[in-house]
């Protein structure tokens, strides 16, 4: 069980770190610089506070592991022992793991986010004030920001590891989700428009909170009505809703930048 513990926290540390480091005091940072979709840097107090949490949510990460590792060695679950005993599952999960993964990202994080339906009690509000927000404090993204998530929410993001296990698919394709989902989130919250690996509409989802739960690999949110490209485009989203949406809808601590220098206000 150590070893997997150790391994995961290292490998997070090192994807992130390095990456930050590429983008933000590396020689090459000079060219990252034009293309930082928030002018300002994060502050100090934002990535002590990333680092604390990511790694908290890698542990979390690891405890599925372990879960189902037990499993499979139990016999308590059906699996391919080689990934060539299906090819052509195993090689479908391959090709499609993250785009099975990312519905389920939007259904979570959807749901954590305040509902703002008057004909429903707004649980989305309660879960947003005392768990996701946790996560939003990271106001300017970096790498680190990624999975920067209270426990509850990383144990629900990180359970996306379970899609694949009614299909008995071999051990390698649930662990590939989870290394998706650390991955997709560490460098989709890189904070800097191609060459950097910054979701841009993510980015937007951090600066105004009220659109854009899921990724654009699939259009949840357009299917849905919650997409905006900007800023500003959350106003039209909730325009028929009498509630202060955005920032003005806002109410936990983030930690302060300045939206107005956003490329995307």
Known sequence: MWPLLVRNVIGTWMICVTWDYV???????????????????????QLRHDGFWTTSATVTATF????????????????????????VKSAFWAVMLTHIREP????????MHPW??????????FF????????????NT????????????STIYYSACF?????????AVPLGIMIDAGIGAWLGHGGFLFPGTGDVYHQVHHLVFDCNYGTPSIPMDWLFGTFSPTTDGVKYI??????????????TAVHQTSASKAKVA
């Open 23 to 45: 983008l933000y005091l590396s020689p090459l940072a000079p060219i990252f610089k034009p293309y930082k979709i928030v002018d300002e840097y994060p502050s100090m107090k």
């Open 64 to 87: 599925w592991e372990w879960v189902l590792c037990h499993l499979y060695a139990t016999g308590q679950l059906t699996f391919d022992y080689h990934l060539g005993d299906s090819m």
């Open 104 to 111: 389920h990202f939007w259904a979570m994080h959807r749901f």
């Open 116 to 125: 703002r339906n008057p004909y429903l009690p707004d649980i989305g509000k």
């Open 128 to 139: 947003y004030r005392h768990v996701h927000s946790l996560h939003h404090r990271s106001y």
């Open 142 to 153: 970096t790498a680190m920001s990624g999975t920067s998530m209270h426990p509850v929410e």
């Open 163 to 171: 899609l694949a296990v009614p299909f008995g698919c071999h051990p």
């Open 238 to 251: 909730w325009r028929n809703n009498s509630q202060k949406v955005g920032r003005e809808g806002n109410d």
